[in-house]
């Protein structure tokens, strides 16, 4: 069984940093993809950015671009999302996600969501 477990989530004042990060079990993610994600208060879940397991593709939201950056420890079987100049607008629940390489109908596992909030 899959899991993902968020952590590293808090209460930031603007401009500042947080590294969440997504520990994965269950089995081996060589052939996955594992996904940022986010929900704030009354929208709808966007998407952050994605990393392949191997590392060798990364793709970020626009509006993640320049402030955040998605790296993988493989050793620890994590993910991490590094958040820099974070804005009001960024606080959200933060959720990762995975799914194998050439599944076409989206993230199939979710982690439980890690809330960040960022204050004025």
């Known amino acids: 069984q899959v899991q993902l477990v968020e952590s590293g989530g808090g209460l930031v004042q603007a401009g500042g940093s947080l590294r969440l990060s997504c520990t994965a079990s269950g089995r081996t993610f060589s052939n996955y993809a594992l996904g940022w994600f986010r929900q704030a208060p009354g929208k709808e879940r966007e998407f952050v950015g994605r990393?392949?397991?191997?590392?060798?593709?990364?793709y970020y939201a626009e509006f993640a671009k320049g402030r955040f950056t998605i790296s993988r420890d493989n050793a620890k079987n994590t993910v991490y999302l590094q958040m820099n100049s974070l804005k009001l607008e960024d606080t959200a629940v933060y959720y990762c996600a995975a799914k194998e390489l050439g599944r076409v109908t989206g993230y199939n596992y979710w982690g439980q969501g890690t809330q960040v909030t960022v204050s004025s």
């Open positions: 990393i392949y397991w191997s590392g060798l593709n990364i």
